[in-house]
């Protein structure tokens, strides 16, 4: 029986990610939790961002902003503004928190919160609200590789045993390589999520004839929105505000500030950052915007489960 080229790609993708865990374990200089947890503390501009782009832009946010979109038209675009404003004040205070990390040697969020504050309540209750979102980040993430593999494979991988599969091959890549693990494979993905982007976008305006239109009429239909005054304007900027600060306190975004080599390379990953917003989210929130005149009826059930993540 002949294998379908997308199940080759799957098997192939998931080889390559525990063999990155192998080879990173090989490559770590030194048996220490600096190097598990930072790589070292050595990551140049181009790994930083790669490392910072595929955190940012997972599964909540490249299929959670597109299904707000598709259902909701621009008030999904909270997230676009939101993100834009976390590389804002990330650039205001990465570099400073990066000077503390080297002269205190912090690993984790944690670390900081001992050296400033030196209250054991207080350092107890941010690690365990660190621990509350990252459990909320991977459940959104494996949310949507499931849904992925179910609706690429037409069923034959059902949900359940792609989040496990996939939640086993994160262990066990993780587990072998640490964070250089972690980098090697954000640059992968990060450059499938932005070539992804960018293709679907192309593809879907260069050979769909009803999504220009429906595009056109769907951002009318905003604008008549945002003139009678039924647009959430409070909303919008309440949810951007949100986005704003909450993100730039994941665990995760701290670890790859003192993950950096020096504060150039932090302030340069973060100024391409910024921009990312625009080229990644904006092309699938104009995609999904025209979605709804050409996409067949079947897909709304998949579109709705991804609206609510």
């Known amino acids: 029986m002949a294998v379908s080229p997308h199940w080759w790609f799957i098997a192939l993708y998931s ?15 030194e048996s220490s939790l600096k190097d598990y947890y930072l790589a070292g503390a050595t990551l140049g501009p181009l790994p930083l961002f790669f490392t910072l782009y595929a955190t940012n832009y997972s599964g909540g946010s490249l299929f959670g902003v597109p299904g707000k979109a ?8 909270s997230m676009i503004v939101g993100l834009f404003g976390v590389g804002c004040v990330l650039l205001a205070y990465a570099p400073k928190l990066y000077r503390l990390a080297k002269a205190h040697h912090f690993l984790t969020l944690g670390d900081f919160i001992r050296w400033r504050y030196q209250y054991p309540p207080l350092l107890w209750m941010v690690n365990a609200l660190a621990v509350f979102s990252l459990i909320a980040y991977v459940l959104s993430n494996l949310l949507a590789v499931g849904l992925l593999l179910e609706t690429s494979s037409d069923g034959a991988i059902s949900f359940a045993v792609g989040v496990i599969a996939v ?6 890549y993780e587990s072998l390589g640490g964070m250089r693990s972690v980098v090697w494979s954000d640059i992968i993905q990060g450059i499938l999520l932005l070539l992804g982007a960018l293709v679907a976008c192309a593809c879907a305006f260069m050979f769909e004839p009803k999504a220009m239109p429906a595009l056109l009429e769907a951002l009318a239909k905003e604008q008549s929105k945002l003139e009678s005054g039924h647009f959430p304007v409070v909303s919008f900027i309440s ?23 020096n504060i150039g390379t932090t302030i340069k990953a973060y100024k391409i950052m910024l921009f990312m917003p625009l080229i990644t989210l904006l092309p ?19 579109v709705s489960a991804l609206c609510s993540m």
């Open 15 to 29: 080889a390559s990610l525990i063999l990155i865990g192998w080879f990173a374990a090989r490559n770590s200089k």
């Open 167 to 172: 939640a086993i091959i994160m262990a066990i």
């Open 239 to 261: 949810l951007s505000i949100v986005i704003t600060f909450a993100a730039c306190v994941y665990p995760q975004k701290i670890q790859r500030i003192y993950a950096a080599k």
């Open 284 to 302: 699938l929130t104009l995609v999904a915007m025209s979605a709804p005149a050409w996409v067949p009826a079947w897909r709304d059930a998949i």
């Open 70 to 77: 598709y259902h909701t038209g621009l008030e999904g675009a």
